[in-house]
């Protein structure tokens, strides 16, 4: 599976983005897919989640109400909604599918993960 992700780019503080990663290689529809991201000096966390098995969603606590994870399986695509971002907010945001239907929290969860998209928000 290969994943492309794009999107990214530089925003002030409330201010609003949406990421893409298209997906080939694999059937899309049976993967779960998932948005990590890494700021800087930091190690990679989980931001949200959609699961293909029974289209469920999870996000983080730190973009509850403000993210929103979405898919288009006719397209190959995932999306990320980024609204009122914050200077916290500022990372590389990584991609990411699951095929074994575990699609936690964890890295660990995902076996195939796209070359990230840096998002800068600045104060």
């Known amino acids: 599976v290969q994943l492309q992700a794009s999107g990214g780019g530089s925003v002030q503080a409330g201010g609003s983005l949406r990421l893409s990663c298209s997906a080939s290689g694999r059937t899309f529809s049976s993967l779960s897919m998932a948005w990590f991201r890494q700021p800087p000096g930091k190690e990679r966390e989980f931001v949200a989640a959609?699961?293909?098995?029974?289209?469920?969603?999870i996000y983080a606590d730190s973009v509850k109400g403000r993210f929103t994870i979405s898919r288009d399986n006719a397209k190959n695509t995932v999306y990320l909604q980024m609204t009122s971002l914050k200077p916290d907010d500022t990372a590389v945001y990584y991609c990411?599918?699951?095929?074994?239907?575990?699609?936690?929290?964890?890295?660990?969860?995902?076996?195939?993960w796209g070359h990230g998209t840096l998002v800068t928000v600045s104060s």
């Open positions: 990411a599918a699951d095929f074994r239907g575990l699609s936690g929290r964890g890295t660990y969860d995902y076996d195939y």
């Open positions: 959609a699961r293909w098995y029974d289209s469920s969603t």
